[in-house]
């Protein structure tokens, strides 16, 4: 299949990434387009078209990636879904097929063989009527919870009726419980799971409490450091090493953040938990995708390399070092020292008098 031709197509910029899934259905396409495996880890600039794909048999809403002519695979079903809208608005507006730059990474050699190819879009997602720091989508596979359960009362090593004590939610009530539990728990299975409930409770709750984000790297951290023992009971427990979510979610947290150095760090500590005792191969898969883009942007950060931002984004930033902020609780305004990330939803007397809205203890 082949899609427009490079004067067919409006190139749209931005620094923030945009994932292509199913790369691995198309990995021939891949190696022709960067010229073949030589053994050598890739790192190939591309301008790639996205293509809307009504007839899609599995999903009305597909949204296929071509570069040069060549399908490379989709958004992911979640992202296609939410750009979808935006991709139709700008192909009607400029009377083309829209193109994002990107690269193709990975390759290399790993112990299983030669490494997947992977693909990364550079997008601003207000082009796509999105908020400019849109997360994009983040899946989720197995992490043996479910299987945990089901053998729980058979297994006396482990007790995870603490699970009743939690909303489900993954609210904030949920982080206040959680943190509780885990001040007395020494089974290791049971910490594992608390610690993963609690990781994924403050990345839920990263709108809405100040501190989620800086609490959720400590929590990763603190998981990381109780791998050692947690490791083996996971594959005496279920014969191999299930999704553990915190090595993705870190590296994806890094990359919005562009702190690549970090996306390395938590790609190479996953693929190092996993080794070669993954229950999930695409896990492993995507680590190894990431790890590659990591390097492909330290590679062109050293080199001088950098792509212009958006005109979108070029006429929304400030050049402003405070900016002011409105209390959600008590409607005052007040100032701050600029920065990226989420705004805080109170002010600092607010917060005061509300410790729990940040998670204090």
Same mark, same amino acid.
């Given at each position: 299949m082949r899609?427009?031709?490079p004067?067919?197509?409006?190139?749209?910029?931005?620094?923030?990434?945009?994932? $292509?899934?199913?790369e691995s259905? #198309?990995?021939?396409?891949?190696?022709?387009?960067v010229?073949?495996?030589?053994?050598?880890?890739v790192? %190939?600039d @591309?301008?790639? $078209?996205?293509?809307p794909?009504?007839?899609?048999?599995?999903d009305?809403?597909? @949204?296929?990636v071509?570069?040069?002519?060549?399908? !490379? =695979? %989709?958004?992911s079903?979640?992202?296609?879904?939410?750009?979808?809208?935006?991709?139709?608005a700008?192909?009607?507006r400029?009377?083309?097929?829209?193109?994002? =730059?990107?690269?193709? @990474?990975?390759g290399g050699?790993?112990?299983?063989?030669?490494? +997947?190819?992977g $693909?990364?879009?550079?997008?601003?997602?207000?082009?796509?009527?999105l908020r400019?720091?849109?997360v994009? *989508?983040?899946?989720?596979?197995?992490?043996?919870?479910?299987?945990?359960?089901?053998?729980?009362?058979?297994?006396d090593r #482990?007790?995870?009726?603490?699970?009743h004590?939690?909303?489900g939610t993954?609210?904030?009530?949920? @982080?206040l419980?959680l943190?509780r539990l885990?001040?007395?728990?020494?089974?290791?299975?049971?910490? *594992?799971?608390?610690?993963?409930?609690?990781?994924?409770?403050l990345?839920?709750?990263?709108d809405v409490l100040?501190?989620?984000?800086?609490?959720?790297?400590e929590v990763?951290?603190?998981?990381?450091?109780? +791998?050692?023992?947690?490791?083996? $009971?996971?594959?005496?427990?279920?014969g191999?090493?299930p999704? !553990?979510e +915190? %090595?993705? &979610?870190?590296?994806i947290?890094?990359? /919005?953040?562009?702190?690549? /150095?970090?996306v390395?760090?938590?790609?190479e500590?996953?693929?190092a938990?996993? =080794?070669? &005792?993954?229950s999930?191969?695409?896990a492993v898969?995507d680590l190894?995708?990431?790890l590659? *883009?990591?390097h492909? /942007?330290?590679d062109?950060?050293?080199?001088? +390399?950098t792509?212009p931002?958006?005109?979108?984004s070029q006429?929304?930033?400030?050049?402003?070092?405070?900016?002011?902020l409105?209390?959600?609780?008590?409607?005052s305004t007040f100032?701050r020292a600029?920065?990226?990330?989420?705004?805080?939803?109170?002010?600092?007397?607010c917060?005061a008098? *509300?410790p729990?809205a940040?998670?204090?203890?």
């Amino acid at each position: 299949m082949r899609s427009a031709g490079p004067r067919d197509r409006f190139l749209l910029e931005g620094h923030e990434t945009l994932e $292509v899934v199913g790369e691995s259905h #198309y990995q021939d396409a891949l190696w022709r387009l960067v010229g073949g495996n030589n053994g050598e880890r890739v790192r %190939y600039d @591309v301008q790639a $078209v996205l293509e809307p794909e009504p007839t899609n048999p599995y999903d009305a809403n597909a @949204v296929r990636v071509f570069v040069d002519g060549h399908l !490379v =695979g %989709y958004l992911s079903r979640e992202d296609a879904v939410v750009y979808l809208p935006g991709l139709r608005a700008l192909i009607e507006r400029f009377g083309c097929a829209i193109g994002l =730059g990107g690269v193709i @990474v990975g390759g290399g050699l790993r112990p299983d063989g030669p490494g +997947m190819l992977g $693909v990364f879009l550079d997008h601003d997602p207000a082009d796509f009527g999105l908020r400019s720091n849109y997360v994009a *989508h983040i899946g989720e596979l197995r992490t043996g919870l479910s299987d945990a359960l089901a053998t729980d009362l058979d297994d006396d090593r #482990y007790d995870l009726s603490w699970l009743h004590q939690l909303s489900g939610t993954h609210g904030p009530e949920d @982080v206040l419980a959680l943190r509780r539990l885990l001040v007395d728990e020494r089974d290791p299975l049971d910490r *594992h799971f608390m610690l993963s409930e609690l990781s994924r409770s403050l990345y839920k709750c990263r709108d809405v409490l100040v501190s989620a984000l800086d609490e959720f790297d400590e929590v990763c951290e603190q998981h990381q450091l109780e +791998m050692g023992e947690i490791r083996p $009971v996971l594959l005496e427990k279920f014969g191999g090493l299930p999704l !553990v979510e +915190m %090595y993705r &979610q870190s590296a994806i947290r890094c990359q /919005k953040a562009r702190d690549w /150095k970090r996306v390395e760090l938590w790609a190479e500590r996953g693929l190092a938990f996993y =080794g070669t &005792q993954a229950s999930r191969p695409e896990a492993v898969d995507d680590l190894a995708k990431r790890l590659a *883009h990591a390097h492909a /942007k330290i590679d062109a950060v050293a080199a001088g +390399m950098t792509r212009p931002r958006s005109v979108a984004s070029q006429s929304t930033a400030s050049t402003s070092a405070i900016e002011t902020l409105t209390c959600q609780e008590c409607g005052s305004t007040f100032e701050r020292a600029r920065t990226r990330g989420r705004k805080p939803h109170l002010c600092p007397a607010c917060r005061a008098a *509300h410790p729990s809205a940040d998670l204090s203890h």
